[in-house]
């Protein structure tokens, strides 16, 4: 499991992105963004075909987050998942969460060799975080 310091390092950042979010309120990238929402967290969603999620102003890639972003939840498939964490990186972000699911060994060691808080072990912000349905 993720240390808690891990943890807490990842939710210090001013603004979270939430890489894989959608208006479909029965996925996980809707309920991760909600999740951050409940909890007073200032997110920021990301996906390439929408301009507002939750009433939040989207932005297409991880590449056009404020630079106030220093930490992201993942949410997208693995293949998509390696090219968000190249794009995180280049952008300096330094805190990466992949939700259960999104994980992939390449992404993974990845990270790892850019030195980024990595929490890609199964853990969930909707556990962690405490998410309730509403």
């Not at 959608?22 to 200032?42: A, H, I, P, T, W």
Request: proline share 5%; aromatic share 6%; hydrophobic share 40%.
């Amino acid at each position: 499991m993720a240390s808690k310091e891990q943890i807490n390092t990842f939710l210090t950042s001013p603004l979270i992105g939430v890489v894989g979010a959608s208006n479909n309120r029965d996925k996980f990238g809707n309920k991760v963004l909600r999740c951050y929402l409940e909890n007073n967290y200032q997110v920021v969603p990301v996906h390439p075909a929408q301009t507002e999620i939750e009433g939040l102003a989207c932005v297409a890639s991880v590449v056009e987050l404020p630079d106030e972003v220093k930490s992201i939840s993942v949410i997208t498939p693995p293949q998509i998942t390696e090219k968000v964490v190249q794009l995180a990186a280049e952008k300096g972000i330094k805190n990466i969460w992949m939700q259960p699911g999104a994980q992939s060994n390449v992404a993974i060691s990845f990270c790892e060799e850019k030195g980024i808080n990595l929490i890609a072990d199964g853990t969930c912000v909707l556990v962690e975080l405490g998410f309730s349905e509403h």
